[in-house]
């Protein structure tokens, strides 16, 4: 019953620590009090501020695209983008099963119905080959877009994910969808810093959105950026999340139902000093990713390393076990030892909000359901 002690020890060296180990903690190791203190010195801490700013030129900066906007989390964020490039009530999103719940919420805010299709096996993403037999099958261009032929709904985008920080093959996914003139969010919430052929995530489709909550590579608290390579995107993105006010020194004029989902600026200090560690960050996971790597050569479990033609942020680091006996084993086993490790999510339609949307046959996403595990992936 100790198959996985050697493991187990590994980690706790790796880590050199004889406590709990978590799965993921945040660092602050620069200029985070002191930008914290900044705001309550200057009394900017709400939803206006210089950090708010120099945050979205920072985010402009690292993912290489024209304009980016501060949030209060991915999630918000992920639901703008969706009305940004046109999803109304009743239409259809196509994404992932494989993935965390908040990218079918996202969907469902908007009044959306998530089609779930299959990811690939190497990448955990949504698969291009899936996309295009949906889309074969039950596609059709009218004037005004895409439509289902089966339910009559407008398609009105496409949400792929990148798992754990690995890039999904994006731009066969962004080619797919232009043309069936399906506009492409990528739900980049897990993978800042990555990238696919040397450009960063995120910046492929009409919209990208990334998450700064607790667990993510950086952290600002709570918080989310939607970026876009389209200024008109961008502005619209930036009046819709902030009560979608006309400019005006005093009057309060609202033309449209806009949303309060600013990022304070008491969080924006909190991203900015983050992002200034990012390189570091991301230099201090691919090590670990290495020790990893060697360390489980050989043997029954598969660490997941990232694909020929990409850089993966190896936010969150993953194993795949043989099969769900050996993985639930090796849940108990680490999880008793103080050593965190979790599954992989449940997919979407095993949940109860999301049991009756349209699925292909989900075999790639099934089997990794059953054996991928997230081990300990601090900075250290
Ligand atoms: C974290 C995450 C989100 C949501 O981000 P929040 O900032 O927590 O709202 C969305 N999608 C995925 C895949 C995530 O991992």
Redesign the pocket.
């Known amino acids: 019953m100790d198959g996985f002690q050697e493991t187990i020890s590994f980690i706790r060296e790796s880590f050199n620590s004889n406590d709990f180990i978590p799965l993921h903690e945040p660092r602050f190791c620069g200029n985070e009090k002191k930008y914290l203190n900044d705001t309550i010195e200057s009394t900017f801490v709400s939803s206006v501020g210089a950090y708010v700013d120099k945050f979205e030129v920072m985010m402009q900066d690292i993912t290489s695209t024209n304009k980016a906007v501060a949030v209060v ?3 918000a964020g ?1 639901q703008v983008a969706l009305r940004l490039v046109g999803v109304n009530a009743g239409d259809e999103v196509i994404t992932q099963a494989l ?2 719940v ?2 079918a919420n996202a969907i469902a805010y908007n009044g959306a119905h998530p089609v779930f299709l299959d990811v690939d096996l190497d990448t955990m993403g949504l698969s291009p080959v899936a996309l295009s037999n949906f889309l074969a099958e039950n596609g059709e261009i009218r004037k005004d877009g895409c439509y289902n032929i089966k339910t009559g709904r407008k398609i009105s985008a496409c949400l792929p ?1 990148h798992t754990f920080g690995f890039p999904v093959r994006i731009d066969e996914l962004v080619n797919i969808c232009n043309s069936w003139q399906i506009p492409v969010v990528e ?1 980049a ?2 993978s800042l810093g990555s990238e696919f052929k040397g450009q960063p995530t995120g910046s492929f489709g009409e919209v990208g959105v990334f ?3 607790g667990n ?1 590579i950086v952290t600002c608290g ?1 918080g ?1 950026a939607i970026v876009s390579n389209s200024i008109a995107l961008g502005d619209r993105a930036k009046y819709l999340t902030t009560t979608a006010k006309k400019p005006h020194p005093y009057e309060y004029y609202h033309d449209e139902l806009g949303f309060n989902f600013r990022m304070p600026n008491l969080n924006a200090a909190l991203a900015c000093a983050q992002l200034e560690s990012l390189d570091k960050f991301l230099e201090d996971k691919r090590a670990l990713a290495n020790l990893y790597d060697n360390f489980f050569k050989g043997s029954d479990i598969r660490f997941r390393t990232e694909m020929p033609e990409t850089k993966a942020n190896y936010w969150l680091m993953s194993v795949e076990l043989k099969n769900r006996e050996e993985r639930d084993l090796f849940l108990k086993e680490t999880n008793m030892a103080k050593v965190m490790t979790r599954p992989i999510w449940q997919l979407m339609y095993k949940l109860p909000m999301y049991e009756s949307c349209f699925r292909d046959e989900q075999i790639n996403a099934e089997y990794l359901e059953d054996r991928i595990v997230n081990i300990p992936s601090s900075v250290r």
């Open positions: 989390n991915g999630t992920i993935t965390f908040a990218t994910m739900d919430a897990e998450s700064f909550n993510k709570g989310g």
